[in-house]
């Protein structure tokens, strides 16, 4: 779409970029608190996965009709309502005494939380030409990057003088701040989309290579950072000796490079390309991350923390950006979510994994190779978009 049909798109994107940053507040929040979390409701490591990968289960299954949602109806009323939503049950987790309960409330969370990422990618594809979507996606992303940043200092220093469950509840509640301009600016986004004009088309690409290929690039995607947002400080923690402040401090360091990497891979991809970008960071991250399960040299293990965070965020955007290259015409928002739902079954399964296999062998060895081989495996896969016009 050419630029003077947008003239609001940077306003635009700062909305959504609101919307995912307190997205991102309440979803991290718990992160930090894990471990005492963990000690006061007497969970496993198992369980303690689970406070991850519950809000994914709502998540995976809310990916698709929103996106159907969003192309009949409109960013606007998905956003906010996703926002209320999330917020509400995001509360509602601080009250929670046992794994039944939170596991309920996550999965609402996660479900109502859909609303926000898929919708926000799919108006800044209409907002943005081609050339600048990966760009687009890149600064969005910042928003997640900055909640990820200021959660942990947050939900630490409030649950040090109020306790985690006021610590959760006062960072939901936090998320009304954003209502009045998301909903004011993303209105404003083009209707590009008619109604009646979604499943039919986007049942084509459920026949393309490249699709596939994307969906599992996103599964790990996804799945990555959300187990090393969850598992990074407790890790830390048992395995290093780090305090609580020092581990959140870590996962601080991690969030805050990954500002930068965001913008960074959409420049990268205007100027090499989408795929080349994905492959390369692929590539870099599989050895990044095996690295850092093995290490104990301090110094070492918060470089490799930088280095992970960096990487982690760094092909964000030229992958949103060929997910909308592949896409049939008018199907940006139902193929994202076809794409989402599978990056949500990663965070599903991927932390939860870290958990299990944990409490199974009696370290975390064997759930970081898993994760490494799982990335590994997807710099092959990624591989088909070479002979693909992206």
């Known amino acids: 779409m050419p630029k003077e049909k947008c003239p609001y798109r940077w306003l635009i994107l700062f909305a959504c970029f609101l919307a995912i940053f307190f997205w991102a507040l309440d979803y991290t929040a718990y992160s930090p608190l894990l471990g ?21 289960v709502g998540y995976a299954i809310g990916q698709i009709p929103w996106g159907y949602m969003t192309d009949k109806f409109g960013g606007r009323k998905v956003i906010t309502l996703g926002l209320v939503g999330l917020s509400l049950t995001s509360a509602m987790f601080s009250y929670s005494t046992n794994i039944l309960e939170i596991f309920l409330w996550r999965s609402l969370a996660g479900f109502l939380g859909a609303a926000v990422f898929v919708p ?75 109604r009646g004009q979604n499943f ?39 395995n290093l000796s780090f305090s609580i402040v020092s581990a959140g401090l870590a996962l601080s360091a991690m969030n805050g ?67 909308a290259k592949i896409s049939p015409s008018g199907q940006v928002g139902v193929v994202g979510g076809y794409h989402n ?16 296999l944990k409490d199974l062998s009696g370290s975390f060895d064997l759930g970081w190779l898993v994760v490494v081989l799982s990335c590994g495996l997807c710099f092959i896969a990624v591989q088909v978009l070479r002979f693909k016009a992206v």
């Open 36 to 56: 005492v979390i963990k000690d006061e409701l007497s969970l496993s490591y198992t369980e303690s996965g689970l406070i991850a990968t519950s809000f994914f």
């Open 120 to 194: 926000s990618v799919k108006i800044l594809s209409d907002c943005f030409t081609k050339d600048e979507r990966a760009l687009a996606v890149g600064l969005f992303s910042i928003g997640a990057n900055f909640g990820f940043l200021i959660t942990p200092p947050l939900a630490i220093a409030i649950e040090a003088w109020f306790g985690w469950r006021m610590s959760l509840l006062s960072i939901a509640l936090l998320t009304f701040v954003s209502l009045p301009f998301v909903w004011a600016w993303v209105g404003r986004a083009p209707k590009s989309v008619k």
């Open 200 to 238: 039919a088309g986007s049942k084509i690409i459920l026949r393309k290579p490249a699709f596939w290929a994307l969906a599992y690039a996103h599964f790990i995607r996804l799945g990555l950072i959300i187990t090393l947002v969850s598992w990074v400080p407790i890790f830390l923690m048992d």
């Open 257 to 323: 490079v990954a500002i930068f990497s965001g913008p960074v891979g959409g420049i990268l991809s205007r100027r090499w390309g989408d795929f080349p970008v994905t492959a390369l960071t692929l590539a870099g991250l599989t050895p990044a991350l095996y690295v850092f399960s093995i290490a104990s040299n301090i110094p070492l293990v918060w470089a490799l923390i930088v280095v992970n965070g960096l990487l982690a965020f760094l092909y964000m955007g030229p992958m949103w950006s060929l997910s």
């Open 341 to 356: 739902t599978f990056a949500s079954v990663g965070a599903l399964i991927l932390p939860f994994l870290i958990g299990y």
